[in-house]
């Protein structure tokens, strides 16, 4: 008789480590996943709980031909002065203005929310939730970015964004390197 019950309870017993290992998969994936919106949102709310109000960033941004190395000076999160790195000088308006897409940091962060919008067809939303399936689903899915997020601060470290291949877009690469907090 007491061989029959441990007999009953095994099973059970694997059931529930099954069911635990596909529930902690999931709030993995959805949590560690490259451009997760929770990981997102985490790294945002860290960022906003720490973030100096006068900072300096050393950027990179490239993007077909266009390569961009610079240091800029952000207060209040505007940027009020830059330099060139590529060619040791300092940056006019219009230049600083090419990079305000991407930066300060709460601009990337909302560049990130722009990319992040969840697809309106069952196609995309399937395709999303299943990357290994979205080339046979949609022939015109675009993968997600790619974020690498700084520990500490929470900004966005590294961004890639990939092309629609149905359209002649152009992917680009966008990175803080260092940021400096300045009195």
Known sequence: ???HRASLRRPKLLLLIACLAIVGGLVA???LAPASPLRHELARLRWQS???PHYQIEVHYRSGGYVAHALLEVRDEQIVSGTDLLHNRPMNQIEIGMLRYNFPVERLFH???DLNQWPVTWRG?????VPT???Q???CYTRQPSVRYDPYYGYPAEVR???NPCFNGIGYRVGIERLTPLP
Do not use: G, I
């Open 1 to 3: 008789m007491h061989q």
């Open 29 to 31: 994936f959805v949590v």
């Open 50 to 52: 720490s973030a100096p």
């Open 111 to 113: 560049a990130l929310d």
């Open 125 to 129: 939303r399937l395709s999303r939730l």
């Open 133 to 135: 399936l979205a080339y």
């Open 137 to 139: 689903l949609d022939p």
């Open 161 to 163: 964004v990939y092309t």
